[in-house]
C-alpha cells in the first residue's frame, strides 16, 4: 500500500510539474465528480435503504450503544482529530490571496461556501451510513462506506466505493500538490529557503524544484511512517499554528493605524472560542500520545535554526516579496 501512496505522490506531481492549468482543470473534474457523486450516494442510500428491513435501520445483534461506557472528552478530542483531517484543507485557498481578484470579498466567500459545502457532503454521508448500517457496525467498520454500499448493492457496490473513495483520495492529493510548493517558492523568493527553489520551469511555468522537492520529502514520510501517525502529526502541528494566527488578530487589532480589507465577525468571541478549542485539541493530543506528538513538533521546531540561519545574512535589510506564479499560467 505504501507503494501505491508513493506511485499517487509521483503521479500527481508530474502533472503539477507538467503545467498548472493541465493540473486544476483535473482538480476541478475530480471535485465535481466527487460532489456529483456524493450526492447520489445519497439519494441511492436512502432510496433503497428504505427497503431494508425495520425501514433502513437493520437490526442490532450486539448490545446496544446506549448501553455501552460512557464517552470521555478526552477520547471525543482525539477522535475530533481525524474529522479535523477529512474536514481539512479549507485554508489552501488563502495560498493565492496575493493573486485573487478583491481577496477581502472572494476570499472569504471561498472560505464559506467550501466549508459549507464539505459539511454537507460529509453530514449526508454519515446520515446514510447509520441509516443502512447498525450503530455497532459503524463503530467496527475500517471502511464504512463499502460497508453500506455492499448492504444496498451487494459486493459490486463496495468495489465501487472503495474506488470513489481512492479516486476522492487522488483528487485531495493534487489539490495539496497544486498549492503548497507555491509556498517554498514564495519563501525562496523572499531569502527563506534554499535560493536553488526559486526557479521557474523554462517551459511549463511551474515551480518545478520546488514541486519536485515536496514529492522526495513527502515519498520519505509515506515511507517510515503509518497512515494514522501522517494525518494526527499534521492535524497536530497545523492546529498549533491555526490557534497562533487567531491570536495574532488581538495583538494586529492594538497596532496603531491598523486599517484590515476585511474585520472578523463576532470579535472578540469569535477568535476566543477558535483559539480554546484549538488548544484543547492539541494539549489533550500531546498528553494522549506524547512521544507521536512530540515527533510532530521535532518536525516543525527542526526549521526554526535553519529560518534564524536563512535570515542572518537579510537582518539589515527589508526582505523583497514577489509575487508567486499565478494559478493561471
Not at 464559506?112 to 459539511?119: H, K, N, P
Not at 467498520?141 to 453500506?148: E, L, W
Not at 465577525?265 to 500520545?289: E, H, M, Q
Request: net charge positive; hydrophobic share 55%; with cysteine.
Amino acid at each position: 500500500m505504501r507503494a501505491v501512496a508513493v506511485a499517487a505522490i509521483l503521479t500527481n506531481s508530474a502533472i503539477n510539474y507538467a503545467g498548472v492549468k493541465r493540473s486544476s482543470t483535473l482538480q476541478t473534474t475530480i471535485t465535481a465528480t466527487k460532489v456529483a457523486a456524493v450526492a447520489l450516494i445519497v439519494v441511492v442510500g436512502f432510496t433503497l435503504g428504505s427497503q431494508l428491513p425495520h425501514g433502513g435501520a437493520p437490526l442490532v445483534d450486539h448490545q446496544p450503544a446506549a448501553t455501552g461506557p460512557p464517552i470521555v472528552f478526552s477520547e471525543f478530542l482525539l477522535a475530533v482529530v481525524a474529522g479535523l483531517f477529512a474536514f481539512g484543507g479549507w485554508h489552501v485557498v488563502t495560498y493565492t490571496a496575493e493573486e485573487t481578484v478583491a481577496p477581502e470579498r472572494t476570499i472569504p466567500r471561498a472560505l464559506g461556501l467550501g466549508i459549507a459545502i464539505v459539511t454537507a457532503a460529509y453530514v449526508a454521508l454519515n446520515a446514510v451510513y447509520f441509516y443502512i448500517l447498525p450503530i455497532d457496525r459503524v463503530l467496527a467498520s475500517t471502511r464504512v462506506a463499502a460497508d453500506a454500499a455492499a448492504v444496498v448493492l451487494g459486493d459490486a457496490g463496495a468495489r465501487g466505493i472503495s474506488t470513489l473513495v481512492m479516486f476522492s483520495v487522488f483528487g485531495a492529493m493534487m489539490g495539496s500538490i497544486l498549492a503548497a510548493p507555491r509556498v517554498y517558492f514564495a519563501m525562496a523568493k523572499d531569502g527563506l529557503f534554499l535560493p536553488w527553489v526559486n526557479h521557474l520551469h523554462p517551459r511549463f511555468g511551474t515551480p518545478h524544484r520546488a514541486i519536485a522537492i515536496q514529492a522526495v520529502w513527502a515519498s520519505v514520510l509515506v515511507l517510515t511512517g503509518t497512515y494514522r501517525q501522517l494525518f494526527s502529526r499534521v492535524i497536530f502541528t497545523e492546529w498549533i499554528f491555526f490557534a497562533l494566527m487567531a491570536a495574532g488578530i488581538f495583538i494586529l487589532r492594538r497596532q496603531p493605524g491598523y486599517r484590515p480589507a476585511y474585520r472578523v465577525w463576532g470579535y472578540p468571541w469569535t477568535p476566543i472560542v477558535f483559539v480554546v478549542a484549538s488548544t484543547a485539541i492539541v494539549v489533550n493530543r500531546l498528553l494522549a500520545d506524547p512521544m507521536d506528538s512530540a515527533a510532530g513538533l521535532a518536525l516543525v521546531a527542526a526549521g526554526i535554526p535553519v529560518y534564524y540561519i536563512w535570515c542572518r545574512p537579510r537582518t539589515a535589510a527589508t526582505p523583497h516579496r514577489t509575487a508567486v506564479p499565478a494559478l493561471n499560467d
